[in-house]
């Protein structure tokens, strides 16, 4: 039985409706507010810092390099959120033009209320080398490259109608940017990347489709046994809504999906556009100048505990020199190898940082030539802090650990923020993302997955364990795959449902599954080759 034949009996949901000549006209009128208020925001932080506006070529790179980055958004938006309406639209629980205005809206509040912690997971895969130097060409040529590349393979799986993760597409590009960059630079390609942090966001991209699978399979079952309702488990009928509790349910599940997905998903771009911001106007981006009043006495304190837990540095040694600290904590970083050296260099790092931060009495006051050699400073040492925690050779005790970890806080608070203005924008790009293009995926998923025809109880137990993975990796700070946990989670409930898979289909998002980490690798990987020949 295939797809044609499962379908055929009952009419596929309108999907031409579109948004009309109104909605069309507040698309348009929200994507000119939107890129109106980026210029805005990036002028009056750049005028607050002292840095000319005027100043032609940074901000160029920063107008190209920010509709990339807010283009991957957009794409990410109709390619991975299409999953979120696919169950309310097949199920009659919603029209079409609605059930995708709606997921915006909800995309929209999800990146807005977003807690920030997925952002950063994703940029500290980067080699810390090129986050130092993420304003040189080398840096440029790096956002270029991992951006173009993810767009790339989203977009040609978005023209298939494979369900494909977003999630694995910019890790591949970010992985494959690191591996390059340490080839050309002599080094073995598995020191380019932050192994332990990728193996961390493999494992959760691929334990939650089988969450999904599994889960969802399991809900099912459980729905079956404790709701003797036959509406929830029969097939819709052509253009009936379903009974109003079934209609609310389904509703209710497609906001959840939604707005995880903003929350999750959104996070992805934050991060790359931070470091576009501190690359093109560091003055302005590159500290937190919004740190509270008693940031820097706590910032003071936390530095002298974790200096001592690292048992100081001998100032007349001219090893422990900051400019030898630095070189000797990034050395650690990139290559893993833990020396005697080691804890008393990043000691030494984190007496200069204190030092630097005292002497100008707080991140707000830090002179605009000083701001991104303080900030580089700042990275290193939480990243090296971040390390030597877990480093086994390094033999610290629990409170050695308490101590650093405690001022890797601080570190962190200074220079891993978000301004507000840059979780509108990406709000704005995901959610009008999402009310255009979402036709292709859509159709897989309502059509595709399954032999027969959707029912209420599947599409609700699809998205109410995608709505949940989703929040916990949020919680933990981790990417998922919103394609991946709900597509398998709808897989499950047809296995659940004895209704049977469409092996086409399943094999082909097997082989999107597979094939998206290795190609994103090497298409990331070339571009920055390519790219670095010409910035």
Known sequence: MNASVAVSKYERPNLEGGLGLAGQLGFGAAILAA??????SVYVDANAAGVSAMAFLPFALLFIALLIALGFEFVNGFHDTANAVATVIYTNAMPANVAVVWSGFFNFVGVLLSSGAVAFGIVSLLPVELILQVGSSAGFAMVFALLIAAIMWNLATWWLGIPSSSSHTLIGSIIGVGVANAMMHGKSGTAGVDWTKASEIGQALLISPLVGFGVAA???????VLIRNKELYQE??????????????????????SFAHGSNDGQKGMGLIMLILIGTVPTAYALNRAVPASYTQEFHVGADAAYAALGGAPATNPTFQPAAARIAVTSYIADKNHQASTAPALAALIKDIDRQVDEYGSLAKVP???SENVRNDMYLASEGI??????????????????????KKSLDAGTRFIPTWVKVAVAFALGLGTMVGWKRIVVTVGEKIG????????GASAELVAMGTIFAADHLGLPVSTTHVLSSGVAGTMAANGSGLQMSTVRNMLMAWVLTLPVSILLAGGLY???????
């Open 35 to 40: 890129i109106a208020y980026v210029a805005y």
């Open 218 to 224: 399991l809900l099912f079952l459980a729905m079956k």
């Open 236 to 257: 819709p009928k052509n253009g009936v809504p379903p009974p109003l509790w079934i209609r609310a349910l389904l509703i209710f599940t497609c906001t959840g999906v």
């Open 368 to 370: 605009a030539s000083a």
């Open 386 to 407: 971040k390390r030597l925690a877990k480093d086994k050779a390094a033999n610290l005790n629990e409170g050695q650990v308490e101590a650093i970890n405690g001022f």
């Open 451 to 458: 032999k027969s025809h959707l029912t209420y109880a599947q």
């Open 529 to 535: 080759a390519l790219f670095s020949m010409f910035f």
